[in-house]
């Protein structure tokens, strides 16, 4: 199991900007997928975007264009670089590792995006 710990989330106004980042236990170019989820306030969880050990991006319809994934190698961190953020983007995000069959979840770092 990887363990995870993200970081960076807060209240941020309608159309500002926000980073998180995800620390994991190994490299994360040893993982074989990374990705962020968020669970809106009353909603299920939902993915947000992924990347692969490769480099492969994705990204959930709702977010594409706004938000973009990367990965830190001095760090060892999974980014999310949120932009022109909503009051719908408001949730609980999470991170979340693919490594040798077993899922990983870190313990999720609030954003609220308030006027």
């Known amino acids: 199991q990887v363990q995870l710990v993200e970081s960076g989330g807060g209240l941020v106004q309608p159309g500002g900007s926000l980073r998180l980042s995800c620390a994991a236990s190994?490299?994360?170019?040893?993982?074989?997928?990374m990705g962020w989820y968020r669970q809106p306030p009353g909603k299920q969880r939902e993915w947000v975007a992924k990347?692969?050990?490769?480099?492969?991006?994705n990204y959930a319809d709702s977010v594409k264009g706004r938000f973009t994934i990367s990965r830190d190698s001095a760090k060892n961190t999974v980014d999310l670089q949120m932009n022109s953020l909503q009051p719908e983007d408001t949730a609980i995000y999470y991170c979340?590792?693919?490594?040798?069959?077993?899922?990983?979840w870190g313990q999720g770092t609030q954003v609220t995006v308030s006027s």
């Open positions: 990347i692969t050990s490769s480099g492969t991006t």
């Open positions: 979340n590792a693919f490594f040798a069959n077993v899922v990983s």
């Open positions: 190994r490299s994360i170019f040893s993982i074989n997928v």
